[in-house]
């Protein structure tokens, strides 16, 4: 939690990984040894968010206020293995004066840097691109009221196969009340 570079936070994920795997090796329920594992990529997640944010110059901003970093699929539902790729997305709220296009112009960089750093930390990029650096999952709560609605509303296999990974999600770090 007080990790203050990228180095350090491997570490960290290192040793998250190690001791899921004296964990699996004593026997520990599957259920627990997820949320164990959740539990702590959570943390880990949530300080490489943080620090990049500093690192951006958006921290203490009014884009910052207005963001929440979400967890999804298997992440969203505490359900972390050892071998798990990266499933999040970015929910915001525009700064008054801005539009969503320009605040999702300031959010994607810093989006892929986290990105970047969680797969230095031994979480893949998703190879599907479910990630917050993707255009597609960087929206305001509006956007993402109208996307869900188009999945809900469509029956195409692309909306039941976006809607079997973003409908499990929850805030990670930020404004989580624009995850509610």
Same mark, same amino acid.
């Given at each position: 939690?007080?990790?203050?570079?990228?180095?350090?936070?491997?570490? @960290?994920?290192?040793?998250?990984?190690?001791?899921?795997?004296?964990?699996?090796?004593?026997?520990?329920?599957?259920e627990?040894?997820?949320?164990?594992?959740?539990?702590?990529?959570?943390?880990?997640?949530?300080?490489?968010?943080?620090?990049?944010? $500093?690192?951006?110059?958006?921290? @203490?901003?009014?884009?910052?206020?207005?963001?929440?970093?979400?967890?999804?699929?298997?992440? @969203?539902?505490?359900?972390?293995?050892?071998?798990?790729?990266?499933?999040?997305a970015?929910?915001? $709220?525009?700064?008054?004066?801005?539009?969503?296009?320009?605040?999702r112009?300031?959010?994607?960089?810093?989006? $892929?840097?986290?990105?970047?750093?969680?797969?230095?930390?031994?979480?893949?990029?998703?190879? @599907?691109?479910?990630?917050?650096?993707?255009?597609?999952?960087?929206?305001?709560?509006?956007?993402?009221?109208?996307?869900?609605s188009?999945?809900?509303?469509?029956?195409?296999?692309e909306?039941?196969?976006?809607?079997?990974?973003f409908?499990?999600?929850?805030?990670?770090?930020?404004?989580?009340?624009?995850?509610?």
């Amino acid at each position: 939690r007080h990790a203050e570079t990228t180095e350090v936070l491997q570490r @960290g994920a290192a040793d998250i990984h190690r001791m899921a795997h004296n964990m699996m090796a004593q026997g520990v329920a599957p259920e627990q040894l997820t949320q164990f594992i959740s539990t702590f990529n959570d943390l880990l997640t949530a300080r490489v968010v943080e620090l990049e944010c $500093k690192a951006s110059g958006i921290a @203490g901003t009014p884009l910052h206020d207005g963001l929440c970093w979400m967890a999804l699929g298997s992440e @969203g539902r505490f359900e972390q293995t050892l071998n798990t790729d990266q499933d999040n997305a970015v929910i915001f $709220k525009a700064p008054e004066g801005m539009t969503s296009d320009q605040a999702r112009e300031q959010l994607l960089p810093v989006a $892929k840097r986290i990105n970047e750093t969680l797969a230095l930390c031994g979480f893949p990029l998703c190879k @599907g691109e479910i990630m917050a650096s993707n255009p597609k999952w960087c929206l305001s709560l509006e956007e993402w009221k109208h996307t869900f609605s188009a999945w809900i509303g469509g029956g195409s296999p692309e909306s039941l196969l976006h809607a079997s990974i973003f409908f499990d999600f929850r805030a990670l770090y930020g404004a989580h009340n624009l995850a509610e």
